[in-house]
């Protein structure tokens, strides 16, 4: 099992560069392990990238009942007290935003605090900076 960044969840849905290399990863373990608040940034992605012209509607629309397909079949790291604790460390350790900071919580969580223990598939360089700094072996595509 890995933990899946929404930045790279992403890429399974729209054509990104990395898009293949993260089916890949998807092959190699099937197991994914998210954050409860992954479907919230995916949309918010995917929005973001419809106002700026570079998706059409009806590929948003696609990609959301992707998002609700996947969903039915990943993990999830409900959002807890440790989960807010350790992400507001992080936000004093690392430069992340609140969400990102949430998505590294709880994924430190979800292993224990033990960050060698669980493989991370992220493409977002500064999540990746700061969970190779906390001990999380990235998957970068």
């Not at 933990?3 to 293949?20: C, G, N, Y």
């Not at 890949?24 to 954050?35: A, Q």
């Not at 409860?36 to 995917?46: D, K, N, R, Y």
């Given at each position: 099992?890995r ?18 290399a ?35 509607e ?84």
């Open positions: 099992m933990f899946w960044d929404a930045s790279a969840l992403i890429a399974l849905l729209v054509d990104e560069p990395a898009r293949e993260t089916f890949s990863h998807l092959e190699e373990d099937p197991e994914v392990l998210v954050w409860w608040g992954t479907p919230v940034e995916m949309m918010s992605a995917l929005a973001r990238r419809e106002r700026e012209g570079g998706l059409a009806r590929d948003v629309l696609a990609a959301q009942s992707a998002i609700g397909q996947l969903a039915r079949v990943w993990h999830e790291i409900l959002p807890t007290e440790m989960v807010r604790r350790t992400a507001q460390r992080l936000l004093r350790m690392h430069p992340l935003r609140a969400a990102d900071s949430l998505q590294l919580a709880a994924a430190l969580v979800a292993c224990g605090h033990d960050a060698s223990s669980l493989e991370m598939v992220c493409l977002d360089d500064r999540l990746t900076v700061a969970a190779r700094r906390e001990g999380f072996p990235v998957i970068a595509a």
